[in-house]
Structure formats: C-alpha cells, structure tokens
C-alpha cells in the first residue's frame, strides 16, 4: 500500500504515517500500485544528481544480507578498512578492560585509606569468587540474572531505547512464572493454600512458567515501548513509573491472595514440586546440588546467541539497529519505526522477564517479595560495560557477579572494608567506561585506534 | 594532558603495589585453633540501638570481654573466640553471608531475626557438622515438628516481659486509656501485645488499650514517620502511655510524646515504653520504662556452650525466670515510675516465675 503525499507529491510505504514527513500534509488515500514499496525520492534527490548530494538507500527493505547503510549512486560503495576479526576484537574489550582495572586500582586507594591492605582484600574478592565448587558454581549462579537483564538492556539501547524498567519486568515476570508454578501443578499434600486448576506433569509445566515469564516480562516492557509509539511519551519515564506499580502491585497480590497465612516472611505458597528446574550440579561430578546453578544459566547463554544471531543475522534485527543509529534514516529506508520501538521494548522485557524463570523455577521455588538485589539497574551497566554486545555482556555479568559474591566475603573476612566497596567499585567502572574518550585520546597515539566505531 | 591521566593512573597503581610493603595487620587469617564465630544481622544491621544493637554486644563480650565501644566491661570473662559479622543491608545478602560462613568451616553461625529462618533451614540442613544459632526464629527438621539438632533456637517470652511493663503503664496511667505500636503485623508481635494487655487489665481493669500496627511488610520495621503518626493519633484518642514493639518505626513514638510535651511540674504528660534493649536514654524523662530482650546474654552464652563443647540444638526458651527478659529501672527514668508501680511489678514477677499468673502467649494461640 502506498500513500501519497498531495502536495509535494512523496510516497510512503509505511501504513502507520499518515501525515507527510516533509510538509506535514495529509496523505491521500491509498492508491494501488505496483512499484515496489519505496519512499521515492523528491525531484531534487532524484538519482541523475546523486552525486552531488547522496541520499540514502530507498529499498532497506530489501536488503539481505545486512550492511551498513551506504549511500547510493557512488559508482562503488566506499570500501571499508577491512581488519583481523582478532584485532577488532582486541579494541572492542581494550577499553572495558582499563575501565575495569582503573576502577580495581582507585578501589585499592580506598581500601588503604580505610586501612586494609588492597592485596589481600582483592585476594578474597577474587578467590572466594573461583574456589570449586562453591565460588564458581555461585558465580556463575549470580551472573545468570545480570546476563539476562543486561541483554534486555542492551536490546532496547541498539534501538536506541533506554529500558530502565528491566527491574519492573522481572518482578512482574517472576510472579507470572510462580503464579502458573503453583496454579497449574500438583501441590505438596499438606500445601492447602492454594487449590490448582490443573496438575500438569514437569514436562509440560516448566516450559509453560517459562513462557508465562518470558510473556508477562514483554508485556510489562511492551507498555512503555507501545506509550513512547503512539504518543511520544518517553520510554525512560514511563519504564521507571511501571517499576512502582509492578513492586506495590505484587506487594499487594503476595500478602493479601498468596501468601499462606500466618507466614511473617513475604513470599507466596511454594510453587508445585514438578515445576523445578533441575540444579546442574545433578550433571556436573564434583558440583553439589545444593548450589542453585540451574538450567537457566544454560538458558542465558542460549539467550546471548539468540540475541547475537536476531541482532546481526536477521532483517529485523538490522531494521532494529538502524532504528537506533538513525530513525529518521531508517523511516526514510521503509523501517516502520513505531514497531521497532514496540518490538524492542517487549523483546528487552521477555529476557529480563527471564531472571524470573532462573529465581523462581530454579532457586526459591516460590515468589520472594523484592528477591532482586537491583538485577535490573546493574543490568544497565552490565550491558554498557559489555558495549552492548551478547559477548560483552556476558563477560560483563561474571565481573558482576564475581563482585557481588566476593563481597560478602570481603564483608565477613577484613577488619575494616565493608560489602559497599562492590558498589563502589561498580560505580567506579561505570564512569571509567562513560569517560572512555578520556582513553581515547592518549591510546589514539599509539595508533591504536583510527576510527570511531558506532 | 591526557597522558597526565595515564600516568597518574600508573601512579596510583605503584602506590598500591607499594602498600604491600607495610601490610598492616588488618587482615588477618584466622587462626584455627580458636572457636570461630560468623554473626549475621538483620536488615537494620549492628547500630540499631535495639535488637541487632544486643546481639552484637553479646558476640563483643564473648570475644574481648568488653561492650562494642571497647572500652566498658560487660561483666563477663572473655571466651577466647574469633568474631566475624556481615551486616547484609538486604534481604539476599542474608543466604550468601550465612553460606560464606558456613563454607570456611564456622564453629557457629549466629543469625539475627526470624527472617533468617527459611534461610537458616536450608543452610543447616547442607552443613549438618556446623552450629547454628537463630534469635527469634524456630528451625525445624524436615518433618515440620523434630528441632533441628544442629540449631538452637534463641526464643523468648517476650509476652511475660511485655506483662510486667503493661502492669507499669496501667498503674501509670491516668486516662485509663494506653497505646500499643506494633511493627509488622505477625505473630511475635501479637505477642507482646497479648502480654502487655492482659498486664495493663490486671494493674487497672478499667484500662483501655488502643492497639495500631505500621504495616504487613518488612518496612514496617523502618518507617519512624508512620510511628509518629500513630502516636499522635493514639493520644489525641487519649492514651498517655505507648508501648512500641516496632523496630526504627518506634523511635517515631518517642517523638510523638516528647512533642506532647511537660505538664507546669516538668512531667512529662504523655509516656513511651522503649523496646528490646534498654531505650531509656533515649529520651530521658519520657520514656517510661523499656522491655528488655536479653540478647545479649543469650547469644553470649550460646558462644560459651559452643567453646565448652556444650552445644545443645533446640529450643533455648528465655523467660523472667532466667532473666531473658524484664524492665529496666535505672538513672534516667526511677523519677518517673513510683515506688508502689515497681513493687507490684516484683510481686507480679515472681508470681509469674512461681507460676500463679499464666501470661497468654498470642503466637501460639
């Protein structure tokens, strides 16, 4: 369907505009054609003058296997500087890395002001983080929330999205998850809260807590994603607000419909026992299934790839990062860019909706009230220290997480530092990695660095 | 310029390296021929001034024989043990700091507050060769019934305490009408409310008790502006004396009364009752009397049967009897409770140690 703009006479592919992008007129009615479904380019643009003035490509739509968006009409597009994939590699963790060992060398200062001795505290942060199997198998434990929030906001960031409320979306996630756990599956005997509709076997019913998670997590994230669509309303407003409602409104179900009676602890009745996700350690030789490792952290790495192969391998995925290099670009390239918003928001809610899955169907077995020890805030500088890449944020959320479990050690084990020196060291890196144009600059001399990537 | 930055950064780093050179004796590992004990708080953490505040005074006394300040004697002999604490500021810190504990091979692990004890069920049961102990909180075996063995439960009575203070503001009490602050609405707590009422009823029987709660979630603990509120409204409905089992939330209260201000004699009009650990100095000349909880003493000697190779699962029931709980009289409030108030609280006491008076226990029940 092609529209048509009565004054200036441009055509728009895209049904959701009904307005002219030039002038602002309304666009006439639907007219049938059979001209592929371009935005033709205005007179002035037309391609016999396109080398004085290049326009971008008209047939994104089209455009298998994904590249960069280049002008058209050069003879030939300009030639990229092709590079070792290892040396590109090497640039992309150089600067995370000096963020991270600034970030470790001022957090030493502060421990030797306190009064500890840095070595010996980076020691026990580093070592309790790796002992076998204990300090791995939590780690590992503690990174596979962060992986799933700091993809989500990783998604949304490559649409040019800032999903503030992954927090929100996992709580609502979490309980959606719990809710069809303890609904639809046969309860303990003695367990006589709640009465379930069905008593679905394992099979069945841990793939449909995933769903239900996965589900309630893109609907809460596709909310703000629909509001910024249809009225402009700002995504980072609306994703903190929908925080709030998701904790009182879960707050309210937990104590007052499932909570089993008489229970000072705020969390509901246990989920069925057939809907546990089995603990790795029942795979592993030497892990103990008493640590929660689970299947979700499999999941989280399935996750990753998805997201590598959906971001970089598919259309969608490419009209999703044109949308957040450029949307007036990719609107002008055919992007309906009002579905990309909506689409990366509920995609950026159903992962972090996923750290429902690994704490409720892996971990408590039941819905904890304010279970997330902030996954959805460290998730954002997960993703920003991981450059926004599956392979980043993964390596990102074992930093985190190595963090958040050696701090407790360090807690329990110095005289003087206290777990908030993880906090800080979080923060610290988080503003190694903002200034990163600070490095920029001097490593840009040793020839290290030629061109700014997007 | 920016190389400055650079090498201001190698600076730091060489600082750091250099530091190794006079490595204090901060860190130190710990020595494994003492007994070693790993003590983990609840949310309010150590200076609580209240229930978290007389735990840590009780695992400061084991280890140096002296009150957290360093310099006051607690009264007992120091038992020769390393303490360590975690003080886990939310509510998933709890589980990694009792683990981390339990995973370098503790001889106990204290564990402050009846939140900790799902948590504490499941650490217990992982690491069967560990002592365990849990203030306010009851772990059971699987069977929902059989004490753990490797659990002490620190429990107390608090209700016969929360009597002997109702006794003090009924007899106190000149509008025959006092005030009840729970924090969060739970069985414990109805505890002392049960024993605070039936105390109140038996000084003056024509007492009134008005009785509020914060709230239904862990934040009830911590909200003092709500306590204030409550306060207020207690005693614009009239009653002169507010016993407050709220955690932070009661400090509320104490400004509420104070608020009320003093009659032309310079007593003050309207009376708190502080909770827990001694709150008296809190607010000298308005607060009443405090229900004390002897935290303290338990979790001291807990530490001492651990060292004596005494340790015993199960209930460890703090009552009057043992001195577990009571009322404090001292410097900054025997101007405010007369001499008759304090003999019938005796008289009431060892009635209730002799088992004459039956105090109701609302949790139970």
Redesign the interface.
């Known amino acids: 369907m092609i529209k048509k703009c009565p004054v200036c006479e441009r055509t728009y592919s895209d049904e959701s505009i009904s307005f002219c992008l030039a002038d602002g007129a309304l666009l006439s009615a639907p007219e049938k054609t059979d001209a592929a479904p371009t935005a033709v380019l205005p007179s002035s643009l037309r391609p016999t003058e396109q080398s004085k003035q290049p326009a971008l490509t008209p047939t994104m739509t089209s455009l298998t296997p994904p590249e960069p968006v280049l002008p058209v009409g050069a003879d030939k597009p300009p030639r990229l500087p092709r590079t070792n994939p290892l040396v590109n590699l090497g640039r992309e963790i150089l600067f995370p890395l000096i963020a991270v060992i600034a970030a470790f060398i001022v957090g030493g200062v502060v421990i030797l002001i306190i009064g500890d001795s840095p070595i010996q505290t980076y020691k026990l942060l580093i070592g309790s983080a790796f002992s076998w199997p204990d300090g791995i198998g939590y780690t590992l434990f503690n990174a596979t929330p962060l992986i799933f929030t700091g993809l989500a906001v990783a998604v949304a960031f490559r649409c040019g999205l800032l999903n503030i409320g992954a927090e929100g979306q996992l709580y609502v996630a979490a309980f959606a998850a719990a809710w069809v756990g303890f609904k639809f599956g046969a309860q303990d005997p003695g367990n006589n809260v709640i009465t379930p509709f069905f008593h679905l076997p394992a099979i069945v019913l841990v793939p449909l807590c995933c769903i239900a998670a996965i589900a309630a997590g893109a609907i809460w994230g596709g909310i703000p994603g629909l509001l910024k669509a249809k009225f402009g309303s700002h995504e980072v407003i609306n994703t903190i607000m929908l925080n709030f409602i998701a904790v009182a409104l879960l707050s309210y179900f937990t104590q007052y419909h499932y909570k089993v009676p008489g229970d000072p602890i705020m969390q509901t009745t246990p989920i069925s026992p057939s809907a546990d996700l089995t603990h790795l350690g029942k795979f592993i030789p030497g892990l103990p299934a008493r640590i929660p490792l689970n299947l979700a952290f499999l999941l989280a790495i399935l996750a990753c790839v998805l997201v590598y192969v959906f971001l970089w391998k598919t259309k969608w995925g490419y009209e999703m990062r044109a949308t957040g290099a450029n949307p007036s670009a990719a609107e002008y390239g055919g992007v309906s860019i009002r579905k990309q918003i909506i689409l990366a928001m509920a995609i950026s809610g159903g992962l972090a909706g996923m750290v429902g899955i690994n704490e409720v169907l892996g971990y408590r077995h039941r819905y904890y009230d304010g279970f997330s020890a902030n996954y959805g805030f460290v998730g954002i500088a997960v993703a920003l220290l991981g450059r926004n890449h599956p392979v980043g944020v993964f390596l990102a959320a074992i930093l985190f997480a190595i963090l958040l479990r050696g701090g407790i050690f360090v807690d329990a084990f110095t005289m003087h530092v206290s777990k908030d020196i993880v906090d800080m060291l979080q923060g610290i890196v988080i503003v190694f990695v903002a200034a990163e144009a600070m490095f920029r600059g001097p490593l840009k001399q040793f020839g290290l660095f030629k061109k700014a990537k997007i | 310029m920016?190389?400055k930055?650079?090498i201001a950064?190698i600076a730091?780093?060489s600082?750091?390296l250099a530091?190794?050179a006079c490595?204090?004796a901060?860190?130190?590992a710990?020595d494994p021929s003492k007994i070693r004990v790993?003590i983990v708080f609840d949310i309010g953490g150590k200076d609580d001034r209240s229930f978290n505040a007389a735990a840590w005074n009780g695992v400061k006394c084991a280890e140096t024989g002296m009150l957290p300040d360093g310099k006051t004697s607690c009264g007992k002999p120091p038992l020769n043990v390393i303490v360590?604490?975690?003080?886990p500021?939310?509510?998933?810190?709890i589980e990694?700091?009792m683990?981390?504990?339990a995973?370098?091979g503790y001889d106990l692990v204290i564990g402050v507050g009846?939140?900790q004890?799902?948590i504490m069920q499941?650490v217990a049961k992982?690491y069967p060769n560990i002592h365990f102990a849990i203030i306010d909180g009851v772990i059971f075996e699987d069977d929902g019934k059989t004490p753990k063995s490797n659990v002490a439960s620190l429990v107390f009575k608090e209700h016969e305490g929360s009597y002997l203070v109702g006794m003090i503001a009924g007899m106190t009490s000149k509008t025959n009408t006092i005030g009840f602050i729970g924090g969060?609405d739970?069985?414990?707590i109805h505890r002392f409310e049960g024993g605070y009422e039936q105390g109140a009823k038996a000084a003056n029987p024509k007492i009134q008790v008005i009785q509020n709660y914060v709230g239904?979630?862990?934040a009830a603990w911590n909200n003092p502006g709500k306590g204030k509120e409550i306060a207020l409204a207690q005693i614009g409905k009239g009653a002169d004396v507010i016993f407050t089992a709220a955690g932070n939330s009661g400090l509320g209260a104490f400004d509420a009364v104070e608020q009320a201000g003093k009659d032309s004699s310079g007593r003050a009009t309207h009376f708190v009752i502080g909770v827990d650990s001694n709150q008296n100095m809190v607010k000298p000349g308005f607060v009443l009397t405090s229900m004390v909880k002897r935290v303290d003493n338990a979790v001291y000697d807990i530490v001492k049967d651990v060292v004596n190779h005494k340790f015993q699962g199960g209930f460890h029931v703090f009552g009057l009897d043992t001195e577990g709980v009571g009322y404090v009289v001292d410097n900054y409030n025997q101007a405010l409770v007369s001499p008759q108030t304090i003999q019938a609280a005796e008289d009431a006491k060892k009635k209730i140690v002799g088992g004459q008076i039956k105090v109701v226990d609302r949790m139970t029940q």
């Open positions: 920016k190389f930055v650079l950064l730091l780093a600082l750091v530091s190794q490595n204090r901060a860190y130190s710990d790993g360590r604490d975690v003080e500021g939310n509510p998933v810190s990694p700091a683990r981390a504990f995973e370098r009846f939140a004890g799902p499941a992982d969060m739970i069985g414990l239904v979630t862990d």
